[in-house]
Structures are given as structure tokens and as C-alpha cells.
């Protein structure tokens, strides 16, 4: 498994979250690291992204909210969440890709870890 993503499960309105993305190292070292994010009967969707040189993208209806990070030491992602709305329940997918790389759907994907935000 190149891409094992953790950290999801049941919160409440307005609570915090951090999911953790492992991945191999030629995997991490080589790619644009990202969070997507997919609710029942919804596309996919860009939540947050981070290149190798360390800059950020994020999709605005979690700027400031969501934080991306990379651990280049551990080879891990990660994507904290706060104020968290029950809008944001969703799997989390974590997603490696070269630069070139356009399509929705595009590069390697990990298993998914579900975020459920109710009270």
C-alpha cells in the first residue's frame, strides 16, 4: 500500500479533526500531496493541497479551517480540521500526483477514511 490514510470517525459541530496520509517514500518525495473528499451522491472534490516545495491550495470553503501539512522526515500528510460543519462529512481520500497531472481523478489514490460531523 503506497498511501494509508487515518484519522477519520465522528465529531461534533464546531469540534477538530487531524487525518494522517503515510506513504511511501518515492511516493511522497516525487509528488504534489493532497486531501479530497467525496459525500454520498457528490463528485469528488479538491479539499486542500500541498506542493513540494511546501505552498498551499485549498478549496474555499475550508480556508480557514483546514491546514495542510507534510512531515518530509516521516513521509506523511496531514490535514487538520477545525470548526468542522456537518457539510464537511465525507471519506477523506488522500492523493499523490505529478504536477502534470490535471484530471479529477488522476495519480494514486489511498483507501479513504470517513469524517462524520453531528451531534
Known amino acids: 500500500v503506497q498511501l494509508q490514510a487515518s484519522g477519520g470517525g465522528l465529531v461534533q459541530p464546531g469540534g477538530s479533526l487531524r487525518l494522517s496520509c503515510a506513504a511511501s517514500?518515492?511516493?511522497?518525495?516525487?509528488?504534489?500531496m493532497g486531501w479530497y473528499r467525496q459525500a454520498p451522491g457528490k463528485q469528488r472534490e479538491l479539499v486542500a493541497r500541498?506542493?513540494?516545495?511546501?505552498?498551499?491550495n485549498y478549496a474555499d470553503f475550508v480556508k480557514g479551517r483546514f491546514t495542510i501539512s507534510r512531515d518530509n522526515a516521516k513521509n506523511t500528510v496531514y490535514l487538520r480540521m477545525n470548526s468542522l460543519k456537518p457539510e464537511d462529512t465525507a471519506v477523506y481520500y488522500c492523493?499523490?500526483?505529478?504536477?502534470?497531472?490535471?484530471?479529477?481523478?488522476?495519480?494514486?489514490w489511498g483507501q479513504g477514511t470517513l469524517v462524520t460531523v453531528s451531534s
Open positions: 517514500g518515492s511516493i511522497f518525495n516525487n509528488n504534489n
Open positions: 500541498i506542493l513540494g516545495g511546501g505552498s498551499t
Open positions: 492523493n499523490a500526483r505529478k504536477p502534470w497531472v490535471t484530471t479529477l481523478l488522476g495519480g494514486s
